[in-house]
Each structure stands twice: as structure tokens, then as C-alpha cells.
């Protein structure tokens, strides 16, 4: 496919952008009730943003289990919280529905976290770090793909924080939104611009 954008962009200009921010509705998701409920409703839906939190670990060799899966539509993302209530076998019928496409990023990290705490078998996701190379651009980081794409910058100001706190902060919450959405909305966008070139081929 012909390269569409820059392949990549510097640290410096990245910095100099306005703030992207998720203006749809967050739910927190926090017992099984409200995860079935969910789960029901994305089972809906054909494309969705995907990515995960975990509480970072400062210690030498050691890591904490997920603690977060963010699921996000166009306008709404559903946060599911696992500490309190460990709702990931209600997440594995949508994980592993292959008509439901997942869109994330480094899927393989999430994908190995997740192992560790259920089985399953992943179906229908797309990974962006390799989806992005096809429109020419070399960036591996959600920050800086958003960034070259729409030219707004991704704040990675909460991703060390507490993600097993009792109470989740308005920051995190909108910080864990925009990523999973923020994912949906590079895919959707890409998809849009191939579209729009192969209309302009056939004419």
C-alpha cells in the first residue's frame, strides 16, 4: 500500500501538541451483575478498542496480575475492574469471537498477562503495531501513532499509578478510556483512508 503518512515523529513535537481526550461515557464495571450486563451488550458490536492496566511493579522480576480491561465502542468505554470481582471468564466469549474485531496495541504483552490468570484463545484482534506499517508509519507507540495521524497528543501522566486503588481517580479513568478508544479510533481512521483510495482506483 502506498505510505500515507510520516514514518515517524520526534519526542519534542509530540510534547508541543494539544491533549487528545476520550468525550464519550466511562463505566466502571464492579460486579458480576454489571460485567454480564456489559459483556451483553459489546457481544453487540463489531469493532472495539482493547487494552488492559496493570499495577505497576518497581520490584526486580516482579509483576502484578491485570487488574483492569478496557473494552471501548465509539462512544462508550467500559472499564471492568478485577481485583474485587475477577469477571475476566465473562470477557473470554468476547475475546474469542472472531467477528468481533479487538483493536490494540503490543497485544502480545496483554495477551501473556491474561494467560496468567485465564485460558483462552484469542480471535479477531488487531494488533497495531503491525497494522500501521501498511500506511508507512514506523512508530510503535499508541502516543506517537495517534499523534502522526491526528496531530494530538496522548498523556502518559496516570500509567504508573495505583491501578488496584479502591477507587479509581476521575484521571485514570479517562487516561485507561482514551487509550482503548483511542486505538478503535486509529483502526477506524485507516480503514477510512484505504477505503477512500480504493474508491478513487476504481473510478
Not at 82 to 108: A, H, M, R, V
Not at 150 to 171: C, V, Y
Request: with cysteine.
Amino acid at each position: 500500500m502506498t505510505e500515507m503518512f510520516r514514518p515517524t515523529i520526534e519526542k519534542t513535537e509530540l510534547a508541543q501538541l494539544q491533549p487528545a481526550q476520550f468525550e464519550g461515557t466511562i463505566i466502571v464495571i464492579q460486579s458480576e451483575r454489571e460485567a454480564k450486563k456489559a459483556v451483553a451488550a459489546l457481544m453487540k458490536e463489531k469493532v472495539l478498542g482493547f487494552d488492559t492496566e496493570t499495577r505497576p511493579s518497581f520490584a526486580k522480576g516482579k509483576s502484578n496480575a491485570v487488574c483492569l480491561v478496557q473494552l471501548s465502542t465509539e462512544k462508550t468505554c467500559f472499564l471492568f475492574r478485577l481485583k474485587e470481582n475477577n469477571c475476566l471468564p465473562l470477557l473470554k466469549p468476547i475475546f474469542e469471537e472472531e467477528k468481533i474485531l479487538k483493536i490494540g496495541l503490543s497485544l502480545k504483552d496483554d495477551f501473556h498477562a491474561i494467560h496468567k490468570q485465564m485460558e483462552f484463545g484469542p480471535a479477531g484482534f488487531i494488533d497495531l503495531q503491525t497494522y500501521v506499517k501498511d500506511f508507512g508509519i514506523e512508530d510503535n507507540s499508541l502516543s506517537k501513532i495517534y499523534a502522526i495521524i491526528f496531530n494530538m497528543r496522548i498523556s502518559k501522566a496516570q500509567r504508573l499509578t495505583n491501578w488496584e486503588a479502591d477507587f479509581l481517580t476521575d484521571k485514570q479513568k479517562h487516561y485507561a478510556a482514551l487509550d482503548a478508544w483511542a486505538a478503535l479510533r486509529i483502526y477506524e481512521e485507516l480503514e477510512k483512508r484505504k477505503s477512500d483510495i480504493s474508491n478513487l482506483n476504481n473510478k
